[in-house]
């Protein structure tokens, strides 16, 4: 059986490399629900700001979750053919939203 017929889920990796980064997307996407649930409970305190915070980490969670069938599929056939490459734009969108969070925590948290 060649590797052209196999089914996405059979990538041949000992180590599980799609399995370990889906998990490691999906620890991410519950930490941002999690923040997510935090922010609401400073909403009272902190007023309507914070609710770009809780739109933030929402989104980026839905990103995430929207996308990761899409990342592991592409793992799976990088591993198959020989080629992985890095979700870069992932890791870079991902990032920008853990920087604009921490930015404007600060500011909500200052301006309080």
Do not use: C
């Amino acid at each position: 059986m060649d590797g052209a017929s196999k089914p996405v889920g059979q990538h041949g990796d000992p180590g599980l490399q799609p399995e370990r980064t889906t998990l490691a997307w999906g620890r991410t996407m519950m930490t941002l629900v999690t923040v997510s649930a935090l922010f609401l409970r400073w909403l009272p305190h902190h007023g309507l700001p914070i609710l770009m915070l809780f739109a933030i980490s929402t989104t980026a969670a839905g990103a995430i979750y929207l996308t990761q069938r899409r990342r592991y599929s592409a793992s799976a056939r990088g591993i198959r053919s020989g080629n992985v490459n890095a979700d870069t734009s992932a890791v870079l969108w991902t990032a920008f939203a853990g920087v604009a969070l921490g930015a404007l925590g600060i500011a909500v948290v200052l301006a309080a």
